[in-house]
T-cell receptor, first 112, second 113 residues
């Protein structure tokens, strides 16, 4: 079980507005990930973290930043939202010693 | 680069029919292979996994065998139920923590009674 909560679950915002999505885990796993899901693309990695203050870029990182100041929280920020960032965002985590990832319930973001 | 190709959907079946969803992969290393399932309005749930050639993953009546010679990981179930209606994703990762899951585009399964 991921033990992940994501907030908000739904958000509608306007182009140019900053947006922060929160991922909180209760499992204390070392690795955390942000993916976006778009029709016809499956899920694609945005950023991931391998520890507190340790993060790296994924396949589709442009326009996104992340922060991890505590083991349990992984934040995804859109500095200036664009319509192309309308998507469903999933957070995932994974324990050390395994390559399995467990997913949260998702956040549906609409940028008008 | 690494990639996953799975059959296009939607797949429409009657209850108790046999299910196969094809998945093939391209990877430079020795990947772990996964099937995830997404029920409407929910996140992804791990259905099964296999970490080396000839391993069989199984869960809830679903099975998939890691075939290195054909680079495939086809999902099968002998008798589907209406409750199996969902989107199924095949995915791979190179065998270490902290690396991305590479997903196929997903296959929608619809089962009618």
């Amino acid at each position: 079980d991921a033990g992940i909560t994501q907030s908000p679950r739904h958000k509608v915002t306007e182009t140019g507005t900053p947006v922060t999505l929160r991922c909180h885990q209760t499992e204390n796993h070392r690795y955390m990930y942000w993916y976006r899901q778009d029709p016809g693309h499956g899920l694609r990695l945005i950023h991931y973290s391998y520890g507190v203050k340790d993060t790296d870029k994924g396949e589709v990182s442009d326009g996104y930043s992340v922060s991890r100041s505590k083991t349990e929280d992984f934040l995804l920020t859109l500095e200036s939202a664009t319509s192309s960032q309308t998507s469903v965002y999933f957070c995932a985590n994974g324990p050390e010693g395994t390559d399995t990832q467990y997913f949260g319930p998702g956040t549906r973001l609409t940028v008008l | 680069g690494d990639s996953v190709t799975q059959m296009e959907g939607p797949v429409t079946l009657s209850e108790e029919a046999f299910l196969t969803i094809n998945c093939t992969y391209t990877a430079t290393g020795y990947p772990s292979l996964f099937w995830y399932v997404q029920y409407p309005g929910e996140g992804l749930q791990l259905l099964l996994k296999a970490t080396k050639a000839d391993d069989k993953g199984s869960n809830k009546g679903f099975e998939a065998t890691y075939r290195k010679e054909t680079t495939s990981f086809h999902l099968e179930k002998g008798s589907v139920q209406v409750s199996d209606s969902a989107v199924y994703f095949c995915a791979l990762t190179i065998n270490q923590a902290g690396t991305a899951l590479i997903f196929g585009k997903g296959t929608t399964l619809s089962v009618s009674s």
